[in-house]
């Protein structure tokens, strides 16, 4: 056996758990520390709309008065502040989310069977 081949045998495997918390973990500070240093001006779309003219002609829509509407937390007055929470906040929304598809989807493919 070549010594690169003994290196590769000896590895340990990380385990599942420890990955998708290091994810979870890389996440959230981007979310928290990204979203803090976000800019305040408007975003492509919403700048373009404004200079051909017909950002006024826009509507609300159903969750403009939501908690998490428009990239702020309600309630939160610093507006630093409440960005990055708005960020995290959807972070682990959507990591709660994926997660519990992951687990549904993985139980379903391992208990049904495959018999044509």
């Known amino acids: 056996m070549s010594t ?5 045998a000896t590895k340990r495997a990380v385990p ?17 520390v ?9 975003d492509g779309l919403e700048y373009v709309a404004g200079k051909t ?7 609300e829509h159903g969750a403009a008065d939501g908690p998490l509407a428009d990239y702020s937390t309600k309630g ?6 409440s960005g990055g ?7 682990v929304l959507v990591l709660v989310i994926a997660g519990g598809l992951a687990l549904v989807v993985r ?3 391992t208990g049904s069977s495959d018999e044509a």
Request: glycine share 10%; charged share 15%; hydrophobic share 50%.
């Open 4 to 8: 690169e081949t003994k290196q590769t």
């Open 16 to 32: 599942f758990r420890w990955v998708a918390v290091g994810i979870a973990v890389v996440a959230l500070l981007l979310a928290g």
């Open 34 to 42: 990204v979203s803090y240093y976000a800019s305040a001006n408007p």
């Open 53 to 59: 003219g017909f950002l006024d002609s826009a509507s």
């Open 76 to 81: 939160v007055d610093d507006a630093r502040l």
């Open 85 to 91: 929470l708005a960020g995290v906040i959807g972070t």
């Open 107 to 109: 139980r379903r493919s």
